[in-house]
Nanobody, 119 residues
Framework: QVHLVESGGGLVQAGGSLRLSCSASRSIFGINRMAMGWYRQAPGKQRELVARILSGGTINYADSVKGRFTISSDNAKNTMYLQMNSLKPEDTAVYYC???????????WGQGTQVTVSS
């Protein structure tokens, strides 16, 4: 079992920045055949992918955040990050940390952290 805990959310004005962190209860980031990433869900909308890192090192971003958000991880600290710059009101959502293990087909989710961007 893996527990993921997000932090770093909050209220920020448009154009501002936030850095989200996702801490894992055990060493899991960077293992083979896995994907780790950030998703978000705005009120009344489906959860959507924001950014993810695949075990081969490939990084994917949603078109809406390209050039503004950066995903990274510090595997020694069992922590994944999402640096969010030039935030827009439409970035307002609950942000979730996710790890998917291909071998077991198990998804792990954090509890979410609220990001609110005011105009």
């Amino acid at each position: 079992q893996v527990h993921l805990v997000e932090s770093g959310g909050g209220l920020v004005q448009a154009g501002g920045s936030l850095r989200l962190s996702c801490s894992a209860s055990r060493s899991i980031f960077g293992i083979n055949r896995m994907a780790m990433g950030w998703y978000r869900q705005a009120p009344g909308k489906q959860r959507e992918l924001v950014a993810r890192i695949l075990s081969g090192g490939t990084i994917n971003y949603a078109d809406s955040v390209k050039g503004r958000f950066t995903i990274s991880s510090d595997n020694a600290k069992n922590t994944m990050y999402l640096q969010m710059n030039s935030l827009k009101p439409e970035d307002t959502a609950v942000y979730y940390c996710n790890v998917y293990i291909l071998l077991t087909a198990i998804d792990y989710w954090g509890q979410g952290t609220q990001v609110t961007v005011s105009s």
